[in-house]
């Protein structure tokens, strides 16, 4: 099963909310959306529910032409970042309201709420209000909804945002198992690169109103297409700098210069390069070679990790390191770059090296 | 020991004071009157429940009383899904809300005892828009001071057109407060427009809706000062709801016992009826 969209586009009085964009999604996997708040995650889905209407474009679920269809005969799923269940009704009547608009026979209805709550442990609760749960299992109620229902498409709209840390982990490994084998295509909406990560299958990276890259999660993380494909999957930001390469020498102005034999291929000139926090480390290693000379700014230890911010003439760059690291705020202090990780941009954003290329 | 803090009455005093002066005495004035029969020069006689008793075997009083539950009972019907219906057919959002808002608020800010006037005066037969209108355009023989029929017309018309307002604002306020996401997972359910209705907005608009019936039957059964000016409770005594003969009674014949009776008993229904709506309205929501 397949969500085709073909050109399709938003435009709210003269603004333009989504530009022209075509992306195939494809079942069996997760598909993500990931991009930062307002990035257009929650138009587009809006788009493809029918919830808005299009300035441009056709979509196609499953080979069936639906632009023209109501949201209503569109047959799919909408899970929302806050808690959306009927407060009136019990859990049991929240999930088996599509199937009773639908018409479905009593005892089916019973066999499938049960079904699904069952998946998502929501037996105890089947006959409480959505008032009297917590934040998960009101959650949890809202995914029943969506599996009960069977539909064609299934769009989680930042379904974890609104929970506690704990019970956001719970579910995320819990997520991809729920769709496996419904055979649905699932749209998943987030802007935390590291969810992407998680959930993997195919990453659609957007950034204002635009699908920048899209395909498999971890082809896209190794070798962003753009600068700003880079930039949209990187927590904490991905360091960038200007440099200029003469030869095989790439110098990132007073900072620092070194050897890129593999990106020869690239004629000279100014461009950017863009590595991920984690390839900057405070200790030399057999890979991390290129001394820069930083001024600690701030410091954040995480337990496990710890990262600096530091201060370059050129630049200002994250660094971010295994274990505890003893960084003195104000001081100036070593760090190491990896050149094999750096991704090379030409001047419009454009990749010309790097990232396994 | 168990000591306790009497200072505690003192912040209850004022409270205490205000409601006495507001209702109990007044209240309790009414009760000293009702059980005594009244003369001049502040002569009075025990007569205990005699004119209880009188009142609720009079059929003068089970006349009004009928007419005013018949009045009530039209006006709720009319009024309440009507009210509902303008509600979801005004616009959520743009230019024209302020406008639709405003043009709802005016019926509602005009005086009572005006209203009753522009309306006597538009229902003229010989002179009134209305009047006029019926009687020579339609041909319609339309006399609001002869005939009963055309009197209650008129006074539910106006009633619908004073009062259909309050219950629109309310029910609007109830759709508003309704988040744009339980319509669009009401269409990703595939749910009709009347179980949008039905499983979404009537449920959140229970609570409003519960005050609007509340305070429309509060304000229908003591309707007094638009039915003076209109018909003063004529013709006949078609229109002679309970205040209005309670009026009568009081100023007309200078009975101040059984009016007073009247007054208590005529408050208890009043009481009874909107408490009992009341704690069945909210009896779900106390579980």
Known sequence: MTIALHNISKVVAGQ????????????????????????????LIKLMAGLDPMATGTIEIDGQDVTKLTTQKRNISLVHQFFVNYPHMTVFDNI????????????????????????????PMLHRRPHELSGGQQQRTALARAIAKESRAVFLDEPLANLDYKLREELREQLPELFAGRGAVVV?????????????????????????????TAEIYRRPQTLMAAKVFSDPPINVAKVTKQGSTLTMGQSASWDAAKMNDAPDGTYHIAVRPHHVTPMPTPANTVALNGKVLVTELSGSESSAH???????????????????????????????????????????????? | MKTQNQKAWFF?????????????????????????????????????????????????????????????GIILAIEIPLGIAIALAMPRSGPWVPVCLVLMALPMLIPWNV?????????????????????????????????????????????????????????????????????????????????????????????????????????????????????????????????????????????????????????????????????????DDAK
């Open chain 1, 16 to 43: 333009t909310h989504i530009k022209p964009t075509s992306v195939v999604f494809e079942t069996g996997h997760f598909n993500v959306l990931l991009g930062e708040t307002g990035a257009g995650k929650t138009s």
């Open chain 1, 96 to 123: 088996a309201s599509p199937l009773k608009v639908a018409g479905m026979a009593k005892s089916e209805i019973q066999g499938r709420v049960e079904e699904a709550a069952d998946i998502l442990q929501l037996r």
């Open chain 1, 188 to 216: 998943y909406a987030t802007s935390e690169p590291e969810e992407a990560l998680l959930l993997g299958g195919a990453t659609a990276l957007m950034d204002d109103g635009n699908v920048v890259q899209f395909g498999p």
């Open chain 1, 310 to 357: 530091f201060a370059m003439p050129d630049a200002d760059w994250v660094s971010l390191a295994h274990g505890v690291h003893p960084y003195q705020v104000g001081e100036d202090h070593p760090f190491y770059l990896d050149p094999s990780a750096c991704l090379l941009f030409a001047e419009d954003g454009q990749i010309v090296a790097g990232g396994g290329a």
């Open chain 2, 12 to 72: 209850v005093l004022p409270v205490l004071l205000l409601v006495a002066f507001n209702a109990l005495i007044p209240m309790m004035t009414v009760v000293n009157y009702s059980v005594q029969e009244t003369f001049g020069n502040n002569i009075f006689f025990w007569e205990g429940v005699r004119w209880f008793e009188e009142l609720l075997n009079s059929d003068r009083f089970h006349a009004a009383l009928g007419r005013q539950f018949l009045f009530t």
């Open chain 2, 115 to 283: 209203v009753g006037a522009m309306w006597n005066i538009f229902a003229l037969p010989d002179i009134g828009l209305l009047g006029y209108f019926m009687n020579t355009t339609l041909g319609i023989d339309y006399d609001m001071t002869q005939n009963p029929f055309a009197a209650w017309a008129t006074i539910i018309t106006m009633d619908v057109w004073h009062w259909t307002s309050l219950v629109v604002l309310l029910s609007y306020a109830g759709l508003v407060s309704i988040p744009d996401a339980y319509y669009q997972a009401a269409k990703i359910d595939g749910a009709s427009s009347w179980s949008v209705f039905r499983y979404i907005q009537l449920p959140k608009m229970k609570q409003v809706l519960t005050i609007a019936i509340l305070l429309r039957f509060m304000d229908s059964f003591n309707i007094y000062t638009e039915v003076f000016v209109m018909t003063g409770g004529g013709p006949g005594n078609s229109t002679t709801f309970l205040s209005i003969d309670l009026v009568k009674i009081a100023l007309g014949q200078f009975d101040l016992g059984p009016a007073a009776a009247m007054s208590l008993i005529y408050f208890a229904i009043t009481l009874l009826v909107s408490w009992l709506f009341y704690t069945l309205m909210t009896k």
